[in-house]
């Protein structure tokens, strides 16, 4: 009995190939989208699965203030933890990150440095509670021991090439020598953790003059990343809930109020976005629901066209159906033969959308950085997945057909009665689902479209064009007057600056700001960024009033040390900007000679005390992307005398960045610091860089927008079919009457517009809704404006009646003699 339903589905299949090919193209395009959405999500999910027990994994984050919450905890949460839970802890591991700049003297390249961003040290246990594998050496002493490290099997051919690197040395920045132990496996892409080197938290120590035996005492330094693993008899949550009460034991009772650790378990930390300093960037819960909404909305809109094409269909199949009935057909049998219709041509539809996947995810993936993996042979998940797709998709698209079709009376039927009935308004229903989702995926594509444009384009208050930002290390510092002097007299070069933090990328570090008579609790974190003389000239920035800091050493104050290590600066210069003046209560020109200190401060002992008075305000421009809003900020000099704050050099030139003046600039860079990288960055393209995200969230959006009201006009076309069909003698009458040709297109279409128009009713004022909630995420936003609504409308019913007019055309152009004879 399969065999004969497959049989003549396969017949019908060929015999109707106009329907077949609609068909086939809208369920594999519906289907091939599903599978990439699902698959990416399905990886999404599944970050830091692979560790053993991870189920008993967590990172210990922190509530500040009852409304951030913070990725990273001090260094002294660790030994809290292993002091209080010993036996319901099985292991504490804090992990701290740095930038360097290494070499390898036995390697490939002996004399060349590399800067280096994920080399990472951590506590002994690192190697017992996660799962990364060694393909050479031995963990053995590395995490306890100074000066030894892991690297990866791509550090080990970029420094070492074909060599065998165990045993040999790596040479990092103040020539601190580390002996190389072993070689990972290459990192799961489904961790959040990055690294290419790890070595022990006591080399961090030795580092930073820090006594290797103590522990750390402060929840501010260093920043770490800590992870537990969770004793098997132990509660998580209930240890999570006790650690704010053993807090005041080591910390100010009102620090512990406001900063609040907990537990987060590992699965979660890649999918929750709502931690500020996040090791690596996360992927939003939210992000994946709305990928996975789509993939499945447009699955559901490519078999609402195989609902509304088969419905179609069934003027031609009437007698075929009459005579099955008359004959002894049963409603099952019916059932039978147009489900395993529509298994058939979901079958041929996943065939083709599994090309499709195949041929298309590595242009999405090299085009979003997307990872999204697809293994029929070896994933038995994938291969559940497909069959579930394939079964549901096949059950949606066929069910009401087949029920449709297998309860037409054969008395009616054969005497060819209308079947214009009470399930038109069900199909023309079906097609206002339809349009109101692909009309919101346009509307909603088109704002993301220009809010990208906005943040690329709009004017962040300074000139980046013409400014190349480099990378400082310890040597460049050491030389830095020398640098500076030689990097000006390259032809080209309009300027060099140094600065703590490259503009419209970097806020600076935040301690508190205060003044004199200031009130209970209006004390700040402020940002505080360190620049050179003539900085703010140099990005056409001006100074509202005031002046800049100027070369003399007056401006960088007279310092001491506090406790012998730490600095207390005082009669320091200080320019604030624009949005620091309502923190004052100021104007511009009263806060000029207005005193000012920036200090850090940990259970009522200083760890840095700046004192002086502001010289200048200078006008507001975004120390960070378009994002975020305008930050009070304060500019201490470059080069105090407390602390040398240069990270970056910023090359202005004026005539544009050829490579010509760029090996200029590199040679003159080396030719001053031997062996230290000139690693560089065009800043207008870095800025351009933070964006990527809403760019890629764009792409994707307009893809689907398009696929959608692709599949949409797929099932406006079907429907057009079906009224043509049922109104084939109508339309000859109305020839023979002398009605024109696009007349009867006009009539015929009208009824089609009504319903796109209403779900237009619908679908804007959700978009609406939706793009105003997804806008609350930027303080610099596009207005919703008119236009959008517009381009909405006029593309969904341009659309739409050029998809319903050309079946009309077709049918109101057909011989009306063919139309109205009896058969």
Known sequence: MLKNYLKIAW????????????????????????????????????FDKFHPEPERLYRVVQRVNSDQKWAWAGGAVAPMLRKEFPEELSEVVSVTQISTYLRAPEGAAPEESYREDRFIFSDAGFDKIFGFELSKGSWAGVLENTYQVIITEEMAQKYFGNQDPVGKTLISTGDFAFEVRGVLKPLPKNTHMAFDFIASMSTFKSFNDFP??????????????????????????????????????????????????FFQPIGDIHTDADFQGDWTPPMSRQTLFIFL????????????????????????RMKEIGIRKVNGAKRGQLLGQFLSESFLINAVSLALGLLIVYLVTPVISSRLGFVIPLDL??????????????????LFAGIFPAFYLSGL??????????????????????????????????????????????????SMGFDSEGLVSVKMGNLAKEKGDILKQELVKVPGVVSVKFTSDRPGMDTGWNPTVDYPGIKEGETKNLNVQYVDAGYFESLGVYMVAGREFREESADRGVSKLMRGRFPDLENVAMIVNESALDWLGKSAQEAIGSDLRVFTEENGELFSNYKGNIVGVVKDYHTRDLRYSLAPTVYLPAKNAAFDGTSYTLIKVDQGISPELLTQLKETWKSVNQGLPFDYRFLDEAIAMQYEQQAKTGYLLGLFAFLALLISCLGLLGLSIFTAESKRKEIGIRRVLGASAMGIVHKITAEFIVMVFLSLLLALPLGYWLMDQWLEQFA?????????????????????YATVSIQSLRSAQANPVESIKSE
């Not at 909305?297 to 179609?312: D, E, G, K, R, Y």
């Not at 610099?780 to 739409?800: C, D, E, K, Y």
């Open 11 to 46: 017949r019908n299949l060929i015999r109707q190939k106009t329907f077949s090919l609609i068909n086939v193209l809208g369920l594999s395009l519906g289907l091939a989208c599903c599978l990439i959405l699902l698959a990416f999500v399905k990886f999404e999910q599944s």
């Open 212 to 261: 290797l035996t103590a522990d750390f005492g402060s929840f501010w330094w260093p920043q770490t990343y800590t992870y537990v693993k969770v004793d098997p008899q132990t509660e998580a949550d209930k240890i999570s809930s006790q650690i704010p009460e053993v807090n005041p034991k080591y910390r100010n009772e009102q620090e512990a109020k406001s900063y609040v650790h």
């Open 293 to 316: 909404s789509i993939g499945i909305f447009v699955l559901v809109l490519a078999c609402i066209n195989f609902i509304n094409l088969a419905t179609a269909r069934a003027l031609k």
């Open 377 to 394: 042979t070896g994933d038995r998940s994938l291969q559940t997945l497909l069959l579930v797709v394939w079964v549901g998709s096949s």
């Open 409 to 458: 009376r054969p008395e009616l039927i054969l005497k060819n009665a209308s079947l214009t009935g009470g399930k038109s308004m069900l199909r023309k229903s079906l097609v206002v689902f339809q349009f109101v989702l692909s009309a919101l995926l346009v509307f909603c594509a088109s704002v993301v479209y220009y809010q990208h444009d906005y943040l690329r384009n709009t």
């Open 780 to 800: 610099n936003r596009v207005p919703i404006s008119v236009g959008f609504f517009l381009v909405t409308i006029l593309v969904s019913v341009v659309v739409a």
